[in-house]
């Protein structure tokens, strides 16, 4: 935060004296955790379903494509973390015709045990390995129902029933 008011007030300085104007491009942030610029590219290739996403194991890397879908609240509130599931599995309530779901995103025309056997949890974690206190939704356009494409590695506290992966790459498709 410091450093962003010294820049501000140098700009204010310099503009005011005259000088050729600064511009300043911070990181991409939200809710004043910084978002490493890096994380949305546009140059992801296709990724594999979430189904056989979730046949790899801890540590391996993996580029995954999903939809963000699978629960009524499919963001972590103040974290970087969000659920994606595998479009040719389940069925959003937005791709059936006179639907009345209030979520579509919630897939709730679903069984329970699809929607767990095809989602997986994405998360963007510190060079700690911890997940960023920020919220993701609506960074960049991302939100329910985007279809997304994520590289990264999967956590080393997933298992066949959960599946984790920590996001180094996202795109959003759509």
Request: charged letters at 30%.
């Amino acid at each position: 935060m410091k450093v962003i008011l010294i820049i501000f007030f140098t700009a204010i300085i310099i503009v005011g004296c005259g000088e050729k104007k600064l511009e300043i491009k911070p990181d991409i942030s939200h809710n004043e955790i910084k978002i490493p610029e890096v994380l949305f590219r546009s140059d992801l290739s296709d990724g594999v379903s979430v189904l056989e996403a979730r046949t790899h194991k801890a540590g391996d890397n993996v580029t995954v494509f999903g939809k963000i879908m699978g629960s009524t609240k499919p963001f972590v509130d103040s974290r970087a973390s969000f659920i994606i599931g595998d479009p040719k599995k389940l069925t959003s309530c937005d791709m059936k015709e006179e639907d009345p779901c209030k979520n579509p995103w919630d897939v709730c025309c679903e069984e329970t045990k699809d929607i767990a056997a095809a989602t997986i949890n994405i998360q963007v974690t510190d060079a700690n390995g911890k997940v960023l206190k920020t919220g993701l939704k609506d960074v960049n356009g991302l939100k329910e129902l985007s279809e997304v494409i994520i590289e990264g590695t999967v956590a080393a506290n997933s298992s066949k029933d959960a599946m984790t992966i920590n996001a180094t790459a996202i795109k959003i498709v759509k």
